[in-house]
C-alpha cells in the first residue's frame, strides 16, 4: 500500500511539474511575440533591452524563443542545450557577433569600441554582447588577431554541428591539395632554368643584374586621392593668367547674366581661376576623428567626476572647432553643465570653450571644443557651394561654414541690413572684402552698385576704379554723412517712380520697365540696380556728426528695403554710443566677432558668446528671425585675390560715377538754413570770446531756447567756427579770440 502511494504521489508531482513547464513556455511565448511586436509599454521595453544587448541577432533570439517554448509546450520536457551541435551552434553564432561588432576603423580596439558603441557614434551590429567580446578579443590579440580567431571559431562549430564526417572530409581535401601541389611543383622545375636564361617579360634585362630596377611599392589609395585632389587644384601662376574670354568657356557660371541694355557696353563677370586654390589639410581625417573621440571620452569622465549624468549622442567635426552634443538624464539640471565650463577647460586643456544651453530645437547640450588646427575656409570652396535655386539672386553672399562643415550664406535683400562688429583684427575686415568681392564675382554693374565709405582709408581704398561704385571710396566722415543724405534722397526718388507706375517695390518696377523698354525701343526707361551701402568703421562717422548719421541710417534701415537699398553697417569699437538703441532696433541682422567681454557681445548681439570667439574669422552670425545665433568659421580673401578680381573688373569697363554722389559740399549745414537767427552774430562772437561753445551756455547767456540755441550750435559747426562734438568732450573752438581782435 505505501509503494503504491508513493507512485501515485510521483505521479501528480510529475504532472505537476509538466503543468508549470507548460504555463512558463506559454508565458514566454507570449513575451516573445509582444516584445517582438513591440505591442504596448512592455513590447517596447523588452524590444529595447534584446536590441540594445544583441543588436541585428534580435530577430534570431526570439527565432530561437519561440522554438523553445514550442517545444517545451508540446513535449512538457526541457530541450537538450549542452549537446555537441548545440555547442556548435553556439560558437557558429558567437564567430558571426564577432565579425559583425568589428567598427570600420580598424584602430579602434579595447575599451574605445564601448565608448564607441555608448556614444551612437557607430552602432555596433550585434549589440552590446558582440561589442564586448570584440573588445576583449581586441584587447589580446588587436584587429586580424580578433578576425582569426572568429574564423577559427566559426570552423570549430561548423565542425561540431556536421560531426566526424566533417573532419574526414576536412583531412581527405588537405590531403588531396597537397598531392597536387607536389605535382605542379615537379612540373614547374625545368620551366625555372629557360626562364632564368631567357626572361619573359624583361628579355633586354638579366635576371642577374646586380642593380636590378625596384618594385614600385603598390598606392595607398587614400594617399592617390590625396595627391589627385591637390593637383587637381593646384593655383595657377599669377603672371600668366589668361585672357577672361579664353577661361570663361571653360569655368561654371557663378550666376546667370541678363541680357545688357546697352550692347556698346559688353561685361563679362570674373572667373574662377583668379581665386587661390586650397592646398590639403595637414591632419588626415582619421587623426581629427581620433582626436575628437578622445576629447569625448575625457569630456564625459569629467562631467561625472563633478555628478552630472551626460553622455555625448553627437560629434560634428567643423573647420576650427568641434561641436559635442550632451544628452542630459532626467533630472539633470542644465545650468549644473555650464557653472562647469572653466573645469571643462581644464580638463580638456582647450584655448576657450563655449557652451549652449540648450541648443534650440534638441533635447541636448552643446559643447564647442577648438580643433588642435584650424582649417581655413577657402573663398572658392564657399562660392562653388552656391545652391542651384540661389544662383540666379544677385545678393546672395558667402559667409563661411558652420560647425557641421555646410556653407553659409546670406541674402541682402532678405535680412534687409546687416551689422559686423568685432575686436581689432578678429576678422571683420576680411568679412567685409567677402561679401564685396562676392558681389563683383557674381554681378554686373547693371544689377548692383555700390557705394563705399571707409573713414580709416586704407582697408577699401584698393576698391577705387571698379564700374560697381556710384562715387569714389569715400574717406571723409563729413562727405559720408553728407553721401547718406544723398542715398536718403535716391530713395525717396526711387518711391516717387514706384508711386507713378504703381509698382510696389524695384522688383515689380524693373518687370514693368523691361516690359516697356520691349514694347518701345525708341524710348527705354531706365532699370533700377540695387545699392549696397558699405560702412566700414562708423564710430569714426559718429564721433563727427552722429545726428545726422543715425537719422540717415534709421530712414535707410527703415524704408529703404523695397527701394533695393541695403545697407552693411560695420565697427571695431561695440559700445553703446556707437551701437545705439536706434541702430540695433532697425538693423536686425548681425555678425558678432571676437570681443572682450559679454557686455559687447550683448551690445551686438543681445546675448552673450561672442567673448568665447576664436579669432581669425570665428563669428556668430545672427540673421533675421533666428531664435539663436549661428557659429560660423568666415571665408579667408587674400589682398592678392582681392587685387587679381579688382583689375579683372575694372579692365572690362570703365567707372562711371553718378554726379549727386561726387558733388558734396561739406561747407553746407546738416540743415537748410534759408536766413541766419538774428542772434547768430551775437553768439558767435560769444563763442570765440569765452572759448566755449554748448547749447546750455548759450540758453543761459541769451535767454532763448533749446531749439534755438541748438539750431546755432549746428550753424557755428558748419561755417567752421567750432568743431564736432566727440563724446563727453567739450567742442573745440578753431577761431582764438585775438584773432577777432
Sequence with gaps: MAKAKKRKKSKKKNKNEELQMRLFSMLVLFLDIVACLRLGTVGRFIDGVVI?????????FYGILVLLSGYVLFSAK??????????????LVAALMILASAPADHRIVGMDVLTLYQMQAEAGHAGFVGAMVYSVLSTLFAYMGSMIAAVFIGIAGVGLILGKTYFEWMQRRVKAGTASLKEKAQEVKPLAIFEKKKPLFFPDRSFDDPHPEPEEPEPMPEIILGKKESIKLEPEPTQERPETTQVKDTEPALIREPVPDKESTPYRLPSLSLLDRPSGPTQSKKEVQQFALNNAKRLTTVLHEFGVSA?????????SITKYELKLETGTRVNKISSLQDDIKMALAAKDIRIEAPIPGKAAVGVEIPNLEAT??????????????KKDSPLLVPLGKDVTGLSVFAELDKMPHLLIAGATGSGKSVCVNSIICSLLMRTTPDQVKLMLVDPKKVELSNYNGIPHLLAPVITDPKKAAKALRVVVEEMDRRYELFAASNARNISGYNTKVHQYNQDHQDDPHEVLPFIVVILDEVADLMMVASKDVEDCIMRISQMARAAGIHLIVATQRPSTDVITGVVKANIPSRIAFAVSSSIDSRTILDASGAEKLLGKGDMLFSPMGASAPVRVQGTFVSDDE??????????QKKVEYEQKFVDLNIGQSSSTYEEEDEEYEKCRDFVITSQKASASLLQRQFRIGYNKAARIIDQLEANGVIGPQIGSKPREVYIRKYEEE
Excluded at 582681392?642 to 579692365?651: G, T, Y
Design 52 to 60: 540594445y544587448l544583441l543588436g541585428n541577432f534580435a530577430g534570431l
Design 78 to 91: 526541457l530541450p537538450q542545450l549542452g549537446g555537441p551541435k548545440q555547442v556548435g551552434c553556439y560558437l
Design 311 to 319: 553622455s555625448v549622442s553627437e560629434i560634428y567635426i567643423g573647420p
Design 376 to 389: 581655413t575656409v577657402h573663398f572658392i570652396d564657399v562660392l562653388k557651394d552656391i545652391p542651384e535655386n
Design 642 to 651: 582681392v587685387a587679381r578680381i579688382v583689375d579683372a573688373v575694372s579692365s
